[in-house]
């Protein structure tokens, strides 16, 4: 398909025409030089089956001939997306060897990766595998069609290329001196947000390999200035989101980040306080609606509910709120809401304290962890205390559940005696003790293997189990049940036998029969 009958996409009510890769550039630069070399001939179109489907028919330019190798060009169009390579220029030098088999590198312009990022290991040059597979079998083709008894070895170069990668997310990514040749699809959709997202990914996982368990999200420049100038946080460990916010929770998930901290312009982010996550204004634009809202429940009246809808930036909206008295109780409201949907988004994976706090609520609305006691000071005097800990109740009771499940009876018992000492133990204040080592010790020992999901019901300050599993639990409905199991019921036989020893010798004493 020429380019000038490319397909097109519509998006935002506009048509848009599709473009082609640089690793389609790539590939059919080294069709191309291929083809000139082993067949003698100059070709000055080329086509290429793209991955997508698509068939390309590409102008070759700068063409140069050596004894043992042909160089060419293939002009780089990205149709109407906003590409910094488009108009750039791919070369593939193609040169003949006796061994069988394509090799391939990359040479002025195209980057190496100075770190392995994902199947690309560290100084290899950055040619993604897809490009890879369709440079080798564009030359392979070639080598066939002409009858080569042999191989040949390729090199990819944009000369260009040093300069334009100072315009990409490269250097972030460990890749150093040039662009990469990218694409699987090998036809650039318009306006594709695949290769930011992916991009952004690519980033976080980086960090992630390094050993960084959290990171810094920032939508834009301000985030990285406030990062920087205010906060005086380490930059290495912000990555740029763009609008793509809730993309990028999705990757701190999937990449088992422990935390994630959002650092942006309010413009933006009052938007995620209505479950907003993509923040580009094509989107959606919530931030006066939101703004309104939380002001209105802090007490705004209709006349300040009705300017704060009327203002065009956020900043008049805050100076509203500020002249009026409104600002803190209005932010401290669109804060929780930005937290609810940012959990939501995560899967409510917090912290202990955020645990704590969470169940705090929920126990408190249910009456639960309400204590009533009389107990024993450290000089043996009786003390009548009421305690309310809510969560602190729930997440014990939980812990049983789960003890009873993956413990076994004996250290169960050991731990249950061992917690009255250690209780009294921290009470008394003896916290740094040679004995508080030793029980905690045996403590992590004892719960090595204590974790699952339990799930409870709150009802009018009772906890009632609703379920338990666990990866590690010793429950075995096949060992234990009373009809036809794995275990071997006539077994049992000898270890009554054994087990009653000692009842009937103390029954023949008494019989006199010893």
Not at 29 to 57: C, D, N
Not at 251 to 272: E, F, N, Q, T, Y
């Amino acid at each position: 398909m020429e380019m000038d009958k490319m397909q097109v996409v519509w998006k935002n009510q506009k048509e848009l025409r599709c473009g082609y890769t640089t690793g389609s550039c790539a590939a059919a630069a080294a069709k191309a030089a291929a083809a000139m070399l082993f067949s003698g001939e100059e070709i000055r179109q080329v086509s290429l089956m793209t991955p997508k489907g698509i068939e390309l028919y590409l102008e070759v330019e700068k063409i140069q001939r050596e004894n043992e190798s042909v160089s060419c060009a293939i002009q780089k169009d990205s149709g109407d997306d906003p590409d910094v390579t488009n108009g750039i220029f791919v070369y593939a030098k193609v040169t003949k060897k006796r061994e069988k088999g394509v090799t391939l590198d990359g040479g002025i312009g195209v980057g190496r990766f100075t770190r392995k990022v994902l199947e690309q290991e560290a100084g290899e040059a950055a040619i993604n595998k897809v490009p890879r597979q369709m440079i080798r079998e564009a030359v392979q083709s070639q080598i066939e069609k002409y009858d080569w008894d042999g191989g040949a070895d390729v090199l990819i170069y944009v000369p260009q290329g040093v300069e334009i990668a100072k315009k990409t997310f490269n250097p972030r990514l460990g890749i150093e001196g040039g662009i990469s040749v990218l694409g699987t699809s090998g036809i650039v959709e318009p306006m594709s947000e695949q290769a930011l997202t992916q991009t952004i990914f690519l980033e976080m996982k980086m960090l992630r390999d390094e050993g960084h368990r959290y990171c810094y999200l920032t939508p834009g420049n301000y985030g990285n200035d406030f990062l920087r100038q205010t906060l005086g946080y380490n930059q290495e460990l912000a990555v740029k989101c763009s609008n793509y916010i809730g993309d990028a929770i999705d990757d701190g998930v999937r990449l088992k980040m422990d935390g994630l901290l959002l650092v942006g312009h309010i413009g933006k982010l009052v938007k995620i306080a209505a479950g907003v996550m993509n923040t580009h204004s094509r989107q959606a634009d919530a931030r006066m609606e939101v703004l309104a809202v939380h002001a209105a429940m802090a007490g705004a009246d209709r006349e300040t509910v009705c300017a704060l809808m009327k203002c065009f930036t956020t900043k008049e909206a805050l100076d509203i709120l500020e002249e009026r008295g409104l600002l803190e109780e209005t932010m401290r409201t669109v804060m929780e809401k930005i937290e609810y949907h940012l959990a939501k988004r995560a899967g409510e994976k917090m912290k202990v304290s955020d645990i704590i706090r969470k169940l705090n609520k929920l126990g408190g609305e249910n009456g639960v962890g309400i204590l009533d006691i009389v107990e024993n000071r450290l000089i043996g005097m009786k003390d009548h205390g009421i305690y309310e800990t809510p969560g602190g109740t729930i997440l014990y009771f939980a812990h049983e559940q789960l003890e009873m499940l993956t413990l076994d009876k004996e250290t169960l018992h050991m731990k249950e005696k061992l917690a009255v000492d250690y209780a009294d133990l921290i009470y008394n204040g003896k916290w740094y003790s040679p004995l508080q080592e030793a029980l905690t010790a045996f403590a992590k020992k004892a719960n090595e293997f204590c974790t699952g999901t339990v799930k409870l019901k709150l009802y009018k300050g009772n906890m009632i189990n609703a379920g338990i599993t666990s990866p590690y639990s010793l429950y075995s409905e096949n060992l234990v049940t009373f009809g036809e199991s794995d275990f071997n019921q006539a077994e049992a036989e000898g270890f009554i036998n054994i087990w009653g020893l000692p009842t009937k010798v103390q029954a023949l004493r008494e019989q006199g029969k010893l």
